[in-house]
């Protein structure tokens, strides 16, 4: 089973400001099958990005995802109101998929 | 539009049993594999079964192998998932959720059903 560590586990920001989000996988993640998802609060989870950088339907570019490997990165560029969520990575690289324990990204 | 609907959810004993419903509209279900995925309220996501778009192949993660079974009728565009031997630590909110490639991302979730296992 692949795990997944997110870091850091709240980052707290202001409308406007720049988010880095790091998701670190315990072995290779196969043909970076990486995917990020936001949760807003009493929410299911929305598909942002998949295969590490590839932007889902109706996802703003604001949102960038990158990495390889073991290590991968979700950037908000310029973080909107609605923004304010749990980011949580999932692999797909091996069978039993595999969430990260999740980032907070809370107003400063 | 895609939209997924779960039902079923309520209070159940240990040990007891229970069947949860996922209604598909808006796509054609029976060419997507489709999860089921559960999170315990305020903590993170833990994918629980997956069953392929022709109902050939199922899995299960290991916490619920045995005691769980998935199962989908594309006539009907319906999953199923059947609980039995339910625990405590079952309690959690449940979505169904379509997924893209055999193993792959989950790209539209239901609003999820919730499901309390307690004395």
């Known amino acids: 089973e692949i795990v997944l560590t997110q870091s850091p586990g709240t980052l707290s920001l202001s409308p406007g400001e720049r988010a880095t989000l790091s998701c670190r996988a315990s072995q290779s993640v196969s043909s970076n099958h990486l995917a990020w998802y936001r949760q807003r609060l009493g929410q299911a989870p929305r598909l942002l990005i998949y295969d590490a950088s590839s932007r889902a339907t109706g996802i703003p570019d604001r949102f960038s995802g990158s990495g390889t490997g073991t290590d991968f990165t979700l950037t908000i560029s310029r973080l909107e109101p609605e923004d304010f969520a749990v980011y949580y990575c999932q692999q797909y690289g091996s069978s039993m998929l595999t969430f990260g324990g999740g980032t907070k990204v809370e107003i400063k | ?119």
């Open chain 2, 1 to 119: 539009q895609v939209q997924l609907v779960e039902s079923g959810g309520g209070v159940v004993q240990p040990g007891g049993s229970l069947g949860l419903s996922c209604a598909a509209s808006g796509f054609t279900f029976s060419n997507y594999g489709m999860h089921w995925v559960r999170q315990v309220p305020g903590k993170g996501l833990e994918w629980v079964a997956v069953i392929w778009y022709n109902g050939a192949n199922k899995d299960y993660a290991d916490s619920v192998r045995g005691r769980f079974t998935i199962s989908r009728d594309n006539s009907g565009n319906m999953l199923y998932l059947q609980m039995s031997s339910l625990r405590v630590e079952d309690t959690a909110v449940y979505y169904c959720a379509r997924g893209i490639r055999l193993w792959g991302y989950l790209d539209y979730w239901g609003l999820g059903t919730m499901v309390t296992v307690s004395s």
